[in-house]
């Protein structure tokens, strides 16, 4: 019954690596970053130590998915099937409950031989020789996929055999929901897999949204959802996903070099994972298409390359806390609609900041602290006509130098948080900051500032946290600052008025400040680290964006008063 059906197309192995983890891999330690890193960077170290890491494999115990059983009495999943006297079951879930894909009778074979006949000749789908060796449980996990297919199309009226041949867009489609639902654990690690690989529509699998009246996967949301191993090259058989969010997940290995030929892609999230490799320059074909790219928080090295300032439908980018390198592509300023943008926590990306920085008109945030930056503030950021919608800055951490320019108050007037704390500016502090009326947080600590503080810092009436410690500047605190400390209610951040006001170390008499260091306080640094600010926003933004619908890429800053006591 069995005869062998041979798709006669070019046979390209693709992935060598792993037949679907066949290798016993026990969860290793994520050699990440410390809790102290920041300050060893400032001492001279960098994170170049850090490991790449181990990416779990599919079962319970760290065992091959493919060969894993579920719990056939409690895993409603495999209620219904018939190990011994079932004919044309669904083979994944017999294969994960029984370990055999189960009978399967003419039908299924004929059906199977349409499916064949549809697959395109392409690197995506390797020659399959799909006779009795390929009914194994352990085998590649497309030959699962591939015989699901076949019951599915018998199981649903979703691919007519006779009456019109099947649609090779939603054959390849499935082939890769399929994949990756074998290929990270979906049969035991997911926390939810309400639908997959059952009979019903795709459109009603968790974590798929489709579009009005289509059949197709407009977005693929599976954020915080226990993913593990890698994302299948497949990826780019999706011929209208928009939106892949797989953040905060355990996905590992490279980007797929086939992911970066999805042209309708809008937003790509694969932030807080295991991805090792770099950026591939084929970003720039999806230069008229991609909106958000969040690829935080994983083990990406390189450079960054030129090509992203090609992507000029970006508006968010979150490259920070990776292991990216060199100096900041000056193409950058071609992102000219961007909002927001982090590159933080990049120990090893050196070098000034691009002049052509000033052309990103639309940015709100920026996020450069952590890094190994130097040089002065470039004078097109500070132009009145370029960069006026500025609103967050964190350039803390890193080795700029040269005054704070009297023009920032006039350049950017909306500004709410400015961190340039840890680095070497030098001069005054200038007067035109008190016109800064929606400031919120300003930090000075730790740079070589002389003089006194201005007296018109005290016309900030938004102000919460104000830090000049460990600094050569001198004097009193002026009466207007301490008058914003006694408007509002002491160490309550609902309330309006100065809340945190930390004098400079031993130079400076304030009679209102609620942190004074003097003595031996001067010996240590002061602890005002603001890191939990953007963790906590980004946690609202993502809470935000979990039912799975585009985000609205506005910077937020409804919770400024609560994330202001951020500190340790």
């Given at each position: 019954?069995?005869?062998?059906?041979?798709?006669?197309?070019?046979?390209?192995?693709?992935?060598?690596?792993?037949?679907?983890?066949?290798?016993?891999?026990?969860?290793?330690?994520?050699?990440?970053?410390?809790?102290?890193?920041?300050?060893?960077?400032?001492?001279?170290?960098?994170?170049?130590?850090?490991?790449?890491?181990?990416?779990?494999?599919?079962?319970?115990?760290?065992?091959?998915?493919?060969?894993?059983?579920?719990?056939?009495?409690?895993?409603?999943?495999?209620?219904?099937?018939?190990?011994?006297?079932?004919?044309?079951?669904?083979?994944?879930?017999?294969?994960?409950?029984?370990?055999?894909?189960?009978?399967?009778?003419?039908?299924?074979?004929?059906?199977?031989?349409?499916?064949?006949?549809?697959?395109?000749?392409?690197?995506?789908?390797?020659?399959?020789?799909?006779?009795?060796?390929?009914?194994?449980?352990?085998?590649?996990?497309?030959?699962?996929?591939?015989?699901?297919?076949?019951?599915?199309?018998?199981?649903?009226?979703?691919?007519?055999?006779?009456?019109?041949?099947?649609?090779?867009?939603?054959?390849?489609?499935?082939?890769?929901?399929?994949?990756?639902?074998?290929?990270?654990?979906?049969?035991?690690?997911?926390?939810?897999?309400?639908?997959?690989?059952?009979?019903?529509?795709?459109?009603?699998?968790?974590?798929?949204?489709?579009?009005?009246?289509?059949?197709?996967?407009?977005?693929?949301?599976?954020?915080?959802?226990?993913?593990?191993?890698?994302?299948?090259?497949?990826?780019?058989?999706?011929?209208s996903l928009r939106e892949i969010v797989l953040h905060d997940n355990e996905v590992g290995d490279e980007i797929p070099e086939t992911l970066w030929r999805m042209d309708t892609l809008e937003i790509l999230d694969l932030g807080n994972n295991l991805l090792t490799g770099s950026i591939s320059d084929q970003i720039s074909r999806l230069k008229d298409s991609l909106i958000k790219l969040d690829i935080k928080s994983n083990y990406l090295t390189g450079e960054l390359p030129s090509e992203l300032g090609e992507c000029t439908s970006l508006h968010e980018l979150k490259l920070e806390d990776n292991d990216f390198e060199g100096t900041i592509p000056s193409t950058f300023g071609q992102l000219t609609g961007l909002q927001k943008l982090s590159l933080a926590t990049n120990y090893d990306i050196t070098g000034p900041l691009p002049d052509a920085f000033g052309l990103m008109t639309q940015l709100r945030e920026l996020s450069?602290?952590?890094?190994?930056?130097?040089?002065?503030?470039?004078?097109?950021?500070?132009?009145?006509?370029?960069?006026?919608?500025?609103?967050?800055?964190?350039?803390?951490?890193?080795?700029?130098?040269?005054?704070?320019?009297?023009?920032?108050?006039?350049?950017?007037?909306?500004?709410?948080?400015?961190?340039?704390?840890?680095?070497?500016?030098?001069?005054?502090?200038?007067?035109?900051?008190?016109?800064?009326?929606?400031?919120?947080?300003?930090?000075?600590?730790?740079?070589?500032?002389?003089?006194?503080?201005?007296?018109?810092?005290?016309?900030?009436?938004?102000?919460?946290?104000?830090?000049?410690?460990?600094?050569?500047?001198?004097?009193?605190?002026?009466?207007?600052?301490?008058?914003?400390?006694?408007?509002?209610?002491?160490?309550?951040?609902?309330?309006?008025?100065?809340?945190?006001?930390?004098?400079?170390?031993?130079?400076?008499?304030?009679?209102?400040?609620?942190?004074?260091?003097?003595?031996?306080?001067?010996?240590?640094?002061?602890?005002?680290?603001?890191?939990?600010?953007?963790?906590?926003?980004?946690?609202?933004?993502?809470?935000?964006?979990?039912?799975?619908?585009?985000?609205?890429?506005?910077?937020?800053?409804?919770?400024?008063?609560?994330?202001?006591?951020?500190?340790?």
């Open positions: 019954m069995y005869d062998t059906i041979q798709v006669n197309r070019r046979g390209v192995d693709y992935r060598k690596i792993a037949i679907i983890c066949v290798c016993i891999a026990a969860f290793a330690t994520i050699v990440g970053l410390s809790v102290g890193l920041a300050n060893a960077k400032r001492q001279g170290n960098t994170n170049s130590g850090r490991s790449a890491p181990t990416i779990p494999s599919g079962g319970p115990d760290g065992t091959n998915t493919l060969s894993t059983l579920l719990d056939q009495q409690e895993d409603p999943r495999c209620h219904g099937l018939d190990a011994e006297n079932g004919v044309n079951q669904n083979p994944i879930f017999h294969c994960a409950c029984f370990g055999e894909m189960g009978t399967m009778n003419d039908d299924m074979i004929r059906s199977a031989a349409d499916i064949a006949t549809v697959l395109p000749d392409s690197d995506i789908f390797p020659e399959l020789k799909l006779d009795e060796t390929s009914m194994k449980c352990d085998k590649d996990p497309r030959f699962q996929v591939f015989w699901w297919l076949a019951w599915y199309q018998l199981a649903t009226d979703a691919f007519p055999v006779e009456d019109k041949p099947l649609a090779e867009d939603i054959v390849v489609e499935y082939m890769f929901l399929g994949e990756l639902f074998l290929e990270t654990g979906g049969l035991d690690r997911w926390i939810i897999s309400d639908n997959w690989m059952s009979s019903k529509s795709i459109c009603m699998w968790f974590g798929i949204n489709c579009r009005n009246g289509e059949q197709h996967a407009d977005a693929i949301v599976l954020r915080h959802n226990g993913l593990i191993g890698i994302i299948p090259e497949s990826i780019s058989a999706a011929p450069l602290h952590d890094m190994d930056l130097s040089g002065t503030i470039p004078a097109a950021m500070v132009n009145t006509l370029t960069m006026s919608n500025l609103e967050h800055i964190r350039i803390d951490n890193n080795y700029f130098n040269g005054t704070i320019p009297a023009t920032i108050a006039a350049a950017w007037p909306h500004m709410t948080f400015l961190d340039v704390r840890k680095n070497e500016f030098t001069g005054s502090l200038p007067t035109e900051m008190g016109r800064m009326s929606l400031l919120e947080l300003a930090s000075f600590s730790e740079n070589l500032f002389t003089g006194t503080i201005p007296t018109e810092f005290g016309q900030l009436k938004e102000l919460k946290h104000l830090h000049i410690s460990f600094t050569d500047v001198t004097g009193y605190m002026p009466a207007e600052i301490c008058t914003l400390r006694q408007d509002g209610i002491p160490d309550n951040p609902a309330e309006p008025g100065l809340q945190i006001l930390v004098a400079d170390c031993g130079y400076m008499s304030c009679a209102c400040c609620n942190v004074e260091l003097t003595g031996d306080e001067c010996d240590r640094e002061e602890d005002d680290d603001y890191s939990s600010v953007d963790e906590e926003e980004e946690e609202e933004e993502e809470e935000e964006e979990s039912g799975g619908d585009q985000e609205e890429l506005q910077p937020a800053v409804e919770a400024k008063s609560a994330y202001l006591y951020g500190g340790n």
